[in-house]
């Protein structure tokens, strides 16, 4: 599932690579996006995502600072208020101080099959996003599996275990460096084709990230379409 001259690419033409963190809100705009257009468009069945891991915390050397999380999401929110948001309601200790088990989770379904991992991938983007839980935890990984009714829990469960999948996690990271991929999120398609942040452009004001708020200057979702119908000719279908 890699491609041997560029690993930011997909394997096969029916496949579109999203390099994403699970707590980035851009990212599940992105992946909701995905998904409904796909769905507008017949597309399911016939065109894949290959979620892969563009984890902020190994990027920043720090946890995703709730702060900043907190002041992207009314922002966000009203770009796709259907993907599903809440503000944290838990309390602080329970916020989840890293994505690296759950990436590891979506990464090592794929062995399954391509459904399983998105929808593992969009099942724990929603219970963090809208349901407000901690998906740093084992058994809340697990919980989120058993219900997307894609996933073979037991199969997952021994995956998470023994960590089949962590090594590729690290290796999408690695490919992700120095500038190869700039952003949670960024989508690759099979001919090269890669947007970043697809369709989205944004600053902060009173400060960066953390501190400050962003403000959206640009929002074209008709680019999902573009990056769909591309993916679907170079595929065939």
Avoid at 27 to 46: D, F, P, Q, W
Avoid at 172 to 197: E, I, K, M, W
Wanted: charged share 25%.
């Amino acid at each position: 599932m890699s491609n041997a001259a560029d690993p930011r690419l997909p394997g096969s033409p029916d496949t579109v690579v999203v390099f994403t963190d699970l707590n980035c809100s851009f990212a599940h705009v992105a992946v909701h996006r995905l998904h409904e257009t796909r769905r507008r468009l017949g597309l399911e069945g016939r065109i894949w995502f290959d979620l892969r891991a563009f984890p902020l915390e190994l990027f920043n050397e720090e946890v995703n600072a709730r702060p900043g999380v907190d002041s992207e999401i009314s922002v966000l929110g009203a770009l796709e208020p259907d993907a599903g948001w809440r503000l944290w309601q838990g309390p602080d200790w329970a916020y989840p101080v890293t994505t690296l088990p759950a990436l590891e989770a979506v990464e090592a379904a794929k062995a399954q099959s391509w459904h399983a991992s998105e929808q593992l991938d969009r099942g724990l983007r929603r219970a963090f996003w809208a349901e407000g839980r901690c998906i740093s935890m084992r058994h809340v990984i697990l919980d989120v599996a058993r219900t997307t009714g894609a996933v073979d829990v037991e199969a997952l469960t021994s995956a998470l275990d023994s960590g089949t999948a962590r090594s590729a996690v690290i290796a999408q990271y690695r490919a992700a460096c120095d500038g190869r991929v700039r952003c949670s999120p960024h989508v690759f398609l099979h001919d090269g084709t890669d947007s970043a942040n697809p369709g989205v452009s944004a600053h902060w004001i009173n400060g960066d990230f953390g501190i400050g708020s962003p403000v959206i200057d640009e929002d074209r979702p008709e680019v999902y379409e573009d990056l769909l119908k591309r993916a679907a000719a170079l595929a065939g279908v």
